[in-house]
């Protein structure tokens, strides 16, 4: 079998998207579409894996492909497990993160993809083998402004539809307190500010949710590499702490545990792919967190996350954008049912996107 890469395309979608409310604001425009970049790899046999890039990006990690990553990876091979981080080695003085490191992500998830579909088996057996079949996921509302009726109608919907686990993107102790009282005492609340308050300003807003019990705050500091200073916060409040949706290397991540203090680690797939992940994953549940990978998507690199979290040693839940689509990927073949996920077992990801997907949205 020939396993030379003969191609590789990039795939911009945007798939709409209904929260029912008014549309949060995103980079200065409503977001009113989840905005996908699929990475369609060709092999000369005729193999095909699927990966995702930073979709939010996409001009600029399309741009990464057309310049760069194309001419170095097209006449490789699939099969080789260090092709990516030997290009991001010889891409160093680009880039050391940013949309260089998310193309690389996206074309580093396609070939895991190639690969499992070659040996026939799925990625997380390739991972070392899944340690859970079935995974819960945590439904992950977009932002409300703190209005009170959105928050409750959406957190009760949330229960409806089956989720055990809810995460907010709020930045008021009155949200997260009306999201509660909505939730009920036992299911596990978490909130992620984005990055909302300096180092002076995060301890009296994070201190001001602590009577609704949020199982994490997440990305309370800018910047958040600010670790000493999410160390401080973690200290003074005593309420978990998330952050590394916007860190690259492995180095920083464990810098995360050993001094930031992050009880839950959030590597996003489509920023820094599996390779990285699965060694993230190792070293810092070695170190005494969880890794909770960031999963804002839908495509590819959610199937990705899927399989991470599967093969992974601590158990965790895995993020689900909790909205209704103009078209749900994988809807069909991986479906998320009662608020969980069923690890497929199928060879590589364990399903392909569907053509009409494609057909329908791709931009």
Avoid at 27 to 43: D, F, K, N, S, W
Avoid at 46 to 72: K, N, Q, Y
Avoid at 138 to 157: C, V
């Amino acid at each position: 079998m020939d396993d030379t890469i003969s191609a590789i395309d990039t795939i911009a979608l945007r798939i709409p998207l209904d929260i029912w409310a008014p549309a949060p604001m995103s980079q200065g425009v409503p977001r009113t579409h989840v905005e996908c970049l699929y990475i369609r790899v060709a092999t000369a046999s005729g193999l095909v894996g699927w990966g995702e890039s930073f979709g939010t990006a996409r001009p600029m990690v399309i741009a990464a492909f057309d310049h760069w990553i194309r001419r170095l990876a097209v006449g490789q091979s699939a099969v080789d497990g260090q092709l990516v981080p030997r290009l991001e080695r010889m891409l160093l003085s680009m880039s050391r993160a940013g949309p260089l490191l998310n193309a690389l992500a996206g074309l580093d998830i396609a070939l895991w993809d190639i690969r499992g579909k070659r040996e026939g088996v799925s990625v997380s057996t390739l991972l070392g083998g899944a340690r859970r079949t079935h995974v819960e996921c945590y439904a992950s509302l977009l932002q409300y402004y703190g209005n009170a009726e959105h928050l409750k109608r959406n957190t009760e919907r949330a229960l409806e539809r089956g989720y055990r686990h809810i995460k907010l993107h709020e930045r008021t102790p009155e949200a997260v307190a009306i999201a509660r009282g909505a939730a009920g005492a036992g299911v596990p609340l978490m909130v992620d500010t984005n990055c909302a308050w300096t180092p002076a300003e995060a301890e009296a807003a994070v201190a001001a949710m602590a009577p609704s019990k949020p199982f994490w705050v997440e990305e309370p500091i800018y910047p958040p590499e600010d670790l000493a200073a999410l160390a401080r916060l973690r200290s003074a409040t005593g309420i978990a702490m998330g952050v590394g949706e916007n860190t690259s290397s492995l180095t920083d991540f464990r810098n995360i545990v050993t001094i930031g203090r992050a009880d839950y680690v959030q590597p996003s797939l489509v920023k820094i792919g599996i390779t990285t992940m699965a060694t993230v994953a190792d070293e810092v549940e070695r170190l005494g967190a969880v890794c909770t990978p960031n999963a804002f998507y839908l495509g590819p690199a959610y199937l990705a996350a899927l399989h991470c979290v599967a093969a992974k040693e601590k158990t965790s839940p895995l993020e689900r954008m909790f909205a209704d689509f103009g078209f749900t990927p994988f809807a069909r073949t991986v479906p998320v049912i009662d608020g969980g996920i069923e690890v497929p077992g199928g060879p590589g990801l364990g399903a392909d996107p569907e053509d009409e997907l494609i057909a329908r949205f791709k931009v």
